[in-house]
């Protein structure tokens, strides 16, 4: 396995202090890494693309272990919803721009780690000029437009991409783009179309999971570092914590893999929302007709207006908080409960923050009913704008 | 989710996914191809590198892995 030189080779150091001996002294008395290898942590420049769940084990354990410089993507704000698991960030920190709750915490565990903040969302613009200075990128981003960009750029640069991912109670880990090795889109072509797979926010998390999956691409980055060791490329280590199983397949190379195959067609960056299907900011005026504002919605309830308030979100999330008039339908029951809906009366449809009754709302337009409207921002608006003792989860 | 079936690669799916138009719809499109956001191993092989899709001879004894993209990590 080969190893990674500074892009900067003059300010490379060449000793460790007393107080770094003392620190990472059990580190030295392993022969597989001694005082040779504790150097190589100590120059070593890692990436973060995401300071939250998976970010947060990957920073806390890399500074402890003495790399020497972390370089922190993130834009994002510490809400009280992330405590759960981005144990970087404490309770104090709510409301506090995670990079910076991060590089207080990584401080205070070990004050020689430099870190490089990059309070920006990654881009096609900025992503090569930011990646370029570093020799690792572990990827612990939440969306897929993100997660390709990572990995394009990543392989334009000739950076291993240590990549970890999770989703309820499973995680996925390997090492991308590594010399040689098979890439995200060898593994996943394309993505899938926006909506279809739930994100964390939308299907949960269980909270322990992302340090165990952070933990393991932080020890495929130290690995990388000190040029140990069997490392995850070509290979995806798929993780079960209810099963509490490990899983491995074999990762190949797609010869017609577009960035790293034979016959490449992507020699530079894209557009990734456009490549993922996310739809542009600005919202259709044909959605904005369909919508309605939920203090509107509160006015027609309070007016007595015979209206039909459905709630398409899962029975978990009603009890944890709902409308007292809403009705429970969740989306995935609502084609074989259209009987239940009066045709007749005015249906206004609400999930946690509108994606999902968007699609309930298609759904009965397509069905024939008509005034259908879609209470935008769902039930987290609701509680913003009609009645704050609503929790937001 | 590892069905053991008796079957070439293709039948085992279309028994998993009868009569669940919505698992079916998640995991092929409607021309019935495999979508590319969804993978299929038999045992650690991913079947796109085995043979041509949904045609790759499956024993009793082997097990068909479906593995989906998932995406989370910062939120």
Redesign the interface.
Known sequence: MSTFAAPNATSRATALTKEEIERYSRHLILPEVGVEGQLKLKNARVLLV??????APLALYLSAAGVGTLGLV?F?VVERS?LQRQVIHGTGDIGRKKIESAAASIAAINPNVRVERHELALSSENALDIIKNYEIVA??????PT?YLVNDACVLLGKPNVY????RF?G?ASVFAAADAPCYRC??????PPG??P???E?G?LGIL?GVVGLIQATEVVKLILGLGESLQGR?L?YDALAMRF??????KDPDCPICGTHRTITKLIDYNQFCGVPQASATPATIAGEIDPVAVKARLDSGEDLQLIDVREPQEYQICHIPQARLIPL?ELPKRLHELDRSRPIVVHCKTGGRSAKAADLLRQNGFTGVLNMTGGILAWSDKVDPAVPKY | MAPRLKSIVGEALAALTKGFAALRSHLSNDKGQLRSFVNVYLNDDDIRRLDERGKTAVASSDTLSIVPSIVGGCQ
């Open positions: 995401g300071a939250g769940g998976l970010g993130d994002d992330n990827d612990g981003t939440d969306n897929f997660r970890g991912s999770i989703f499973e996925q593994l996943y072509p394309e993505p899938p279809l797979v994100s964390c926010a299907g998390v992302p995806l798929l899983r491995e397949l074999k990762l190949r995935g």
